[in-house]
RNA sequence: UGUCCUGUGGUGUAAUUGGCAACACGCCUGACUCUGGAUCAGGAAAGUGAAGGUUCGAGCCCUUCCAGGACAACCA
């Protein structure tokens, strides 16, 4: 009974619905052991995320267990610092392997036994052909493949070449090692694929040592079986992979436990690319500002951007599981980070594009401390103080001289008011020789003092606002869309490169912030009333500090804007 | 001229395994408000890829068809 999932468990799904079913019939001895298996060749991006909810939510939910292991077969690819980023961002997703860290690389040896195994068993056989003639002999989907003329080799001439292989006596690309199915089958994957082939390059764990490295069909299936892995959880395209990966588990197999291979349907989301490949190219040709620049897709930079691990995980939860290719709407994810962060995010006041402001009844020199809430939606958070002086700053955006009807911000004679402040009514509009406003003189209602109404005035509009004086001056980093197209895979034949938003990176530099701000850890978070959610960026310092935009706050004003 | 997989509002996901198609995002109204945020109330929007069949009754079962996707790396 304690396999049951947890009462008030969230939302199940058909992968659930195996599971359960398996618990069920007492597969396994109802063990439940997932694992979330990254080849460490680049850095983990959100698609990656709903695998890993994935992979380590039904462990979670099912009482079992969750391997982290890195998929790492392929030297030439692979690279430590991949290997140090996917722990960091599977631990800041909130994760735990606890200690079951493991690699591929760590069943070479075993692998190697098993393969010597299958040729023993006269079912796997060293191929001397070239590439090209083994791709040319395997033929089409609709038309069956040709058996190599090396299918028959004997078994200790195998063995030998084999051994010559693993020694290291071969040039790359000179003979492969081929398990020996059938090169007829309809599943192209079944036509004598390869397990073995000779890579001479340094591996980052094993050095070396090795001259020869498994195929991932060979190597997953395997190491799923050696970890004692029971559902195998992957993305659709291993599909067709499936009869392969159970022939080899069947092959190996000496009990009645076997690991079970699902697929379901991998993340993809509007405006947004998803390739390792070409978001590796956007790294390597400085198109963005790194693998965490707060524009990609990455975890490590929807972090830097100022995501939280609940948002994201919140989304995959709200994305589901299925078979289905879709696409889901970024507005979904950008929901999830307003639903967490409108919770929990200090408030403060900051303005993006200042206008100054001054108040002419008001004494000069004189520093006010106005008393704010910091977060609406929870009051254990408390109040803070927010010094207000004779000269201010508003957002540009809050004053029209000739204001459309629907417009209730400050206008030429309007009463509005500061929040947490005073009314102020526009009396003058100041402008330089080219006709652009540069100040704003006002005047305030003292009676109106912490923003109150004590006769009852109704203003229509409330401002936020910074000190002209005490305030922190930052850089602040506005984002939007990385690409201009909603869905990229519609344009296969156009260059990613030309599908860029160029546009997707505003930087103001002079924008003002109340005091609180001050010595903000980096990756704080703030909401900066009226405008959104912000987050202080890594680079951020003491002495030129730099804020991120998360994502903006709803704005219906805007939306009337651009009907 | 193959094998495997998938078709439910704009998007994503559900439907107690045959019983009035639900939820979320998005969109539109309105209320409230010291954030044009949040919250609250309401609305438009699919008849389930198509056609047949079984049944009192089909998104769920059967048949045929259509559309889309995956598979021919010494990648994973």
Known sequence: MNNAPESGAKTTNFIHQIVENDLMEGRNNKRIHTRFPPEPNGYLHIGHAKAICLDFGTAEKYGGKCNLRFDDTNPSKEDQEYVDSIQEDVRWLGFDWEDRLYYASDNFDKLYEFAVELIKRGKAYIDDQPADVISEQRGTPTRPGIESPYRNRSVEE???????????????????????????????????PLMYRIIHAEHHRTGNKWSIYPMYDFAHGECDYFEGITHSLCTLEFEIHRPLYDWFVNELATSEYRPRQIEFSRLNLTYTMMSKRKLLQLVEEKLVSGWDDPRMPTICGLRRRGYTPESIRNFVEKVGITKTEGIIDVALLEHSVREDLNKTAQRVMGVLNPIKVVITNYPEGKVEMMEAINNPEDESMGTRQVPFTRELYIEREDFMEEPPKKFFRLSPGAEVRLRYAYFITCNEVIKDEQGNITELRCTYDPASYGGNSPDGRKVKATLHWVSATENVEAE????????????????????????????????????????????????????????????????????????????????????????
């Open 476 to 563: 602040i980093r506005l984002y939007d869309r990385l690409l201009m197209v909603q869905d990229p895979s519609e344009y296969k034949d156009v260059d990613f490169r030309d599908m860029l938003n160029p546009e997707s990176l505003k930087v103001l530099k002079k924008c003002y912030i109340e005091p609180f701000v001050y010595n903000a850890k980096p990756l704080s978070h703030f909401q900066f009333e009226r405008m959104g959610y912000f987050c202080v960026d890594t680079s951020s310092t003491t002495e030129k500090m730099v804020f991120n935009r998360t994502v903006s706050l709803k704005d219906t004003w805007a939306k009337q804007q651009n009907q």
């Open 158 to 192: 195998n063995l030998m070449l084999f051994e010559k292989m693993k020694a290291g006596e071969f040039p790359n690309g000179h003979c492969v090692l081929r398990a020996k199915i059938d090169m007829a089958s309809p599943n192209m994957h079944m036509r004598d």
